[in-house]
């Protein structure tokens, strides 16, 4: 889909409101994602649902990016979607779509150079272990110059650093022992030490780097 007519005036609370409205737990994110879609071609985008559901939409013809990047898909489960004052609540107001559709406001307004193009996207399974969103994007050839994700954070503020969340599958054999067996206890302890060592390593390789000289 695309329209290259930049918009006059529009409010974004409407579009997250709209976004917000549409239930999109991770994996059916296609009504959301096309919803976001449409709304950007109609706001200057070149936009498209790629091949695994990703919303996104391109301004500008450079060869250098910038990439806008948040998640369409929320945790399970409904909330009312109501405002109240300068509230408004609802399923994926503030994770993510608040951010995504500050992204796509941001982007339809901003005057685009000519050696740049500013990509927005709505990355789907961002909530899942999948990450099947993102992982589409590094495997179709996206390389920008910048990425900003959009993730709670603080209105008022840019992160540096993200936590994120290492996934172990263990399995431990050992001989059958009792405890009041010394030899066989100290045995015993491996699956526990087998478990925090990857844990250990990342805070010391941390530690090493923030250390001072």
């Not at 329209?3 to 997250?16: A, E, K, M």
């Not at 109609?42 to 091949?51: A, E, K, M, R």
């Not at 992982?135 to 050839?141: E, F, I, S, V």
């Amino acid at each position: 889909m695309t329209n290259g007519t930049l918009p006059t005036s529009f409010d974004p609370v409407d579009l997250l409101q709209t976004l917000v409205a549409i239930p999109s737990p991770s994996g059916q994110e296609a009504e959301a994602s096309g919803q976001l879609v449409e709304w950007m071609a109609n706001h200057g985008f070149d936009s498209c649902v790629d091949q695994v559901g990703n919303a996104v939409g391109r301004r500008g013809q450079g060869p250098r990016q910038i990439v806008l990047l948040s998640h369409i898909d929320t945790f399970p489960g409904t909330l009312p979607v109501h405002r109240q004052d300068h509230w408004l609540y609802g399923r994926g107001s503030v994770d993510a779509k608040g951010s995504l559709c500050a992204f796509a406001a941001a982007a339809a307004l901003a005057g685009v150079l000519p050696e740049w193009q500013v990509i927005v996207v709505g990355a789907v399974e961002e909530e899942a272990a999948t990450s099947r969103g993102a992982r589409h994007l590094l495997a179709t050839g996206f390389h920008p110059d910048c990425c900003v994700i959009g993730e709670p954070s603080n209105w008022d503020r840019i992160t540096l650093g993200y936590k994120g969340r290492l996934l172990v599958n263990m399995r431990w054999s050992a001989p059958l022992s009792h405890s009041a067996d010394q030899t066989a206890s100290r045995a015993g302890r491996g699956p526990v030490e087998c478990y925090h060592c990857p844990l250990r390593r990342p805070q010391r390789r941390t530690e090493r780097r923030l250390r001072p000289g």
